[in-house]
Structure formats: structure tokens, C-alpha cells
């Protein structure tokens, strides 16, 4: 048998607690008539059943198990590796004192204050990162193996970010307050290719050129091929005329030439990795736009679109940071997205937002001032800013840096600066927005004008939504139905507890607000009932089961990975087991999902819930 590439790289892995616990576990459940099936004391058998258990919690097939897994886990990984706040060093602010100086500026000591906001401002950038790469692992996007995906994410976690300058990591320790490397696709689908080679045939490794790669440090190797990447030049990127290729689903020689069309063009894509362009190839059809080069030939890759099967959009990407689509190249995306009819629809929104921040990137190159639709697509009022990248449109943020958001908002919200409330003293029966710390007694303080609610503007909208019952809607299965009709989903759990919930045959308002288990006094976390009971003394109400389904058909503009768990009392579904309603978008789906509603489950201090605000 070959040996496993994790066991040539860590060979002490397969005797670590975590494998020996997993291999323990795959006997039970292996076991035959009570006898405990003994697995072979392979390497690679023991490594692949820590794989396996590895896949079924964060890569399982099922969405809203996976989903709720990665969420149930987070805290832990942050705990493992988010620095904490008495971790960071004196140096570090040091450091911001010289900067400071050397900006002119005489900083003689920071204040406590300051120093508290400065050390959030470092965790929330490391989890940040860290997320970036534990949803493009868990995507459908990072077709590489489970095994490869666990050697990424243990190497990662030991990293800083990459210097440009030295082509190199930088290390990390646990008092390190710079943010995780980046993720750089196309380096990780080249390496990939790399291991699965000697993962397929160990004698591979005679290859002179798969030795050096293979055996040298993973960052070593890494960041020179991050240095590659971005060194590939792009020639003729001004110009836009070129033609679409398709590669065929399943045809022979096409993942082979797709490969080698992306070879050393910088395009960031994990296409770029043969590995990778064989699992896409076989999964669906595939489009790259190319442009012509100074010999008019189609050379240089700019858009990529990925398809499930022959006509389901599976991606869109571009070149630029985090593959995002370059302004120039909108209306070409555009053009072709007719062809798939339908499908296309839901790409329609990311096109025209893409498209109004190019106009809003060129007026204010031109210092031309910006109208009042303008900044509030800017500021994301109405709706997220959707692009083709993995991560946001660098755009928005650069642009909102050169802006004062509270200069803005009286523009924005159109009111007076003076109706603006910034905490609860300020609050009276003129003020049209707040933006301020969020606690039930400012949720009953607020008046009928406010539209507008911020914790801090415009990164935290405060969720404030009033709905109402619906005269059509009087059974479950009348719920269920309109519910689907919409296009939106309901899973299992959510579907069983909806069949026991009574709803209203009476016109009722309910003013929905939400709040954090922290909010409500319990920074540590609490049970279930504790946070009802505290809730309740608070002056808000335990939601009635129907705002569940109510809710999900009224919030058709739920932002992307948005999660609303309903403060109701619990349901017992078909096992037995108490359940809750949850609201929540995830990627382009809209879902009516169930949650753990155990009255002596303890949830977080983060974890958030849906209450009535009572007047």
C-alpha cells in the first residue's frame, strides 16, 4: 500500500489522540454482533478514518448540517487560535506610538480606551481572516481532498501574513496580533496537484521535480508559488475583446486543456491546478472568457464561469483580489449570462451592483458629489453589496475610508443632525435614528419615527421588523405551501415542528426586535428559560410559534449569511426533541430551518434571538 502523504509529512500523526479516538470510533460502529471489528494498523486506514470523521463534520453533504456544525464549532476554533486580549504585547503598542510620531502626531500614552479598541480591532481582523479560510475549505468551491484540506488549514494556523517584499511567511506565536495569511487559490491548486501525485503512486517522488516540492517546508513551497502568481503578467490587460470557451462536462483531453490555458496567467483561479480542472470538468461545463493577445490569438483568461452540470451556475469569478470581476469586463459577464434564461437571474443583482460601484468609484476619483441613492447603496442600507469574489469588493471600504459615516448620516437617513440619537439620554419624540449601544430599555425609548437603528454606522444594523399575519394563512399546510410557492426552503425538522403550530385567524402586528444573550445580562451565557425569564422582565415578549413561517415569507431582502432564531416556546419535533424556529439566508437560499429549543441548553453570550418588543 502507498503511503499516505500526511503520513510522509507528519508521521507521528496517526498515533495522535485525535486518530487514535477516531479509529476507536469506526471499530464501533464497524462492530459485528457485539465484537468490535479491529481496523488494520495502517497508517493510511487509521489517517483516512480521522479524514472521514473530519468530512462529516465540516464538509457533510447536508447544507443545514454542516452549516450548523461549522457554528456550533466556532467558538472553539476561535479558542484555539484568535489571540486574546491579554496576550497582546506591550510592543504592539508601542509600535502604534512610533507610527504615530512619525506621522507628526505626539502620542505620550494611549488610553485605556483606546488601547481596549485598538486590541478588538485585532481580534475581529484575525477571525476575519481565519473565516476566510474555513469557508473556502468548507465550500463546494475548494474541490481538493479532505486529507489536503487538513494539511492547509494545520500549516495555515502557524502562519502570519505573506511579505511581498522577502516572498515569504511570516511566523506566528500566540502573542502575534497580525491577521492569517490570505488565501491564494491558484498556488493551492498547484500544490494539491503535487500531492495527489505521490498520493497515487509514491514513486512519484523519484520525479526530481515532485521531490523538491513535495519535500521541502509546505510555507517554503507556498509562498513561492504565491510569488509566481502574482508575478505572471497579464498582457493586454486594457484590452476587453475577446471570445468565450467552453470545456465540456466529462469530455476527454478538456480538464487537460483548460489546465494548460491558465498555466502561469496569474488569474488566482484553483483551476490552475490539473487536480482541481479535472474535479470541475467532471462535475459540470465550464466557460473562460479569454482576450486577445498582441497576436490576436485568445490567450489571457479574465472571466471564469463554473458550471453544475449543463445548466445550473455553479460560480462567476474574475482576476482581480478575492476573483473579483474587473469593472471593464460587466458587460461581457452580462451578455453571456442571457444565454443560461433563468438561471441567470439571480447573477442580475451582483451585475447591477458591481455596475454601481464603478459609477461610484468614478465620482469620486472626480470629486463629484455623491447623490443620496448613491450612499445608501454605498452604505449597504437597503441591501448587501453582492459581487463575484470570494470576499467583498475591496471598493466599498476604500471608499467609505476617505468619507466621515456621521457626516453622512443626516443625508443618508433624511433628517437633522440633532434627530440623530446616539445613545438613550438623547432619545426623544423628534429623534429619527439612533446609533448607539443596543439594550431592551432603548428598544422601549424609541419612538414610531425611527427607521433608522445602529449599533455602530453602518457596519451594525440593528434588526427592528414589523410583520404581519396573513388572513390566507391559517393552517400549516397553507404555511408550507406559500412558503415553497416563494421559492424558498424548509428542512425536515422545520417542516414537522410547523405542522403543530396554531396560527392566527385574527389581523395581528408584531414588532419584532433582536437581541443578543449578552444584551440581555448574561455576558457568560445562559439557559434557555434564563434568557426567556430575563427577556420577559425586560419589557419584551416570547414570540408565538407562527412569526416563524411569518417571518420567512416577509423577509424576502434577508441579507446573505444573515441567521434569525426565533424566541418561541419549543416544539417537539418527531424524535421528541424540543425545537425552535430559525430564519436565515444562506448563499442565495432562503430557509426556514429548526433550531435546539432544550429549555436547559445553555447558549453564548453572542448567540442572538428574535423577541416581541412589548409597548
Known sequence: ???????????DLQTSDEVVEAVEKKERLASIDGEKVKLQNDPSIRIEAYMDRLENIFLNSDERVRERNLEMLHDDIYDAFIIKPDEVPESYFKLQQQVARERGQAVEEIPEETRKQMIETIIKDQKHSLDNWINYLTSEDAVYPTWFKYFVFRNITKLSQYDKALGKFKSRNDNTTAPYPDVYREPLAQLCDVYEKVKADNKNLKDPEIQELFSRKFPTVYAELITKSLSASMEGREEVKGEWVKYEQGKAGEAEKLYKSLEEKGTGWCTAGLSTSEVQINSGDFYVYYTYDKSGAPTQPRIAIRMNGHDKIGEVRGIQKHQSLEPVMNDILEAKLKEFGPEADRYKQKTEDMRKMTEIEKKTERGITLTRDELEFLYEIDH?????????DPRIDEIRSQRN???????????????IAL???????????YIGPWTPEVCRLLPKTVKYAYEKFPDTPLFMKTIETDLNIQTPEQAEKAILDKGYKINDYAKQILQKTPFSKEKISYKLVEFSVKQLGFPNGAKLKEIYSKAIELGLEICPAEVGPLLRLQYANQPTDNYLRIAMEPISGADGDPELFRVYRYGSASWLDDDDGDPDGVWRGNDRFVFVSRK
Do not use: Q, V
Open 405 to 419: 459615516p456621521l457626516s453622512d448620516a443626516p443625508f443618508i437617513f433624511n433628517c437633522k443632525t440633532e434627530e
Open 1 to 11: 500500500m502507498e503511503k499516505h502523504p500526511l503520513h510522509l509529512k507528519i508521521p
Open 384 to 392: 448587501k453589496i453582492e459581487g463575484f469574489g470570494y470576499d467583498r
Open 423 to 433: 445613545n438613550k439620554e438623547l432619545i426623544n419624540e423628534n429623534t429619527k435614528a
